[in-house]
T-cell receptor, first 117, second 114 residues
Framework: EAQVTQNPRYLITVTGKKLTVTCSQN?????MSWYRQDPGLGLRQIYY???????DKGDVPEGYKVSRKEKRNFPLILESPSPNQTSLYFC????????????????FGPGTRLTVL | SQKIEQNSEALNIQEGKTATLTCNYT??????LQWYRQDPGRGPVFLLL?????KEKRKERLKVTFDTTLKQSLFHITASQPADSATYLC?????????????FGPGTRLSVLP
């Protein structure tokens, strides 16, 4: 089944304790992205990756890191989490359109609910 | 400043009627616009994409229009059903010389009443 998976689905941690949220897709998509969703603010893009070893900042990258060493995986790293990073996080992937240079639909993972105490 | 708005936070309509949701943006020049559906606790699910050179797109009971002059997209659900109740998000593709990122609207929570 074509899907985007995220782990863990739920995480409660404490301020300053490094954590990684994994994201994996089995659709051979070039484009992957991380979002956070907060009440009243909607979905905001954190980082995205156009392909292996190519990453760029979205609208809210502060406090986050990413890496794209393999096409299927795009982990989100919080080196020193803080309470303002408590949020619902989504990973998404997308193929390039055939013959085009831009992405088409995005496929979202199930979400990771993170609480930082 | 750049902004993307959706007409209302919540919209209630009667079953069988047409729901119309609005997405307005300022200071963006998107190559295309997408509409997603999101159910509580789930990830958004893609519904429709419309490109800047397209005026209208249809898929079953869904219709999207895109007016780049007005900087507005309308999303219609005809013959609405209670199962259509969800939050609907619009998203703009806003690319620059360095890459591509997406900006989402805050969403409209649609409730279709039986």
């Amino acid at each position: 089944e074509a899907q985007v998976t995220q782990n863990p689905r739920y995480l409660i941690t404490v301020t300053g304790k490094k954590l990684t949220v994994t994201c994996s897709q089995n659709m051979n998509h070039e484009y992957m992205s991380w979002y956070r969703q907060d009440p009243g603010l909607g979905l905001r893009q954190i980082y995205y990756s156009m392909n292996v070893e190519v990453t760029d900042k979205g609208d809210v990258p502060e406090g986050y890191k990413v890496s794209r060493k393999e096409k299927r995986n795009f982990p989100l790293i919080l080196e020193s989490p803080s309470p303002n990073q408590t949020s619902l996080y989504f990973c998404a992937s997308s193929p390039w359109t055939s013959g085009g240079a831009f992405t088409d639909t995005q496929y979202f993972g199930p979400g990771t609910r993170l609480t930082v105490l | 400043s750049q902004k993307i708005e959706q007409n209302s936070e919540a919209l209630n309509i009667q079953e069988g009627k047409t729901a119309t949701l609005t997405c307005n943006y300022t200071n963006y020049s998107p190559a295309y616009l997408q509409w997603y559906r999101q159910d509580p606790g789930r990830g958004p699910v893609f519904l429709l994409l419309i490109r800047e050179n397209e005026k209208e797109k249809r898929k079953e009971r869904l219709k999207v229009t895109f007016d780049t002059t007005l900087k507005q997209s309308l999303f219609h659900i005809t013959a609405s059903q209670p199962a259509d109740s969800a939050t609907y998000l619009c998203a703009l593709d806003v690319r620059d010389n360095y890459g591509q990122n997406f900006v989402f609207g805050p969403g409209t929570r649609l409730s279709v009443l039986p």
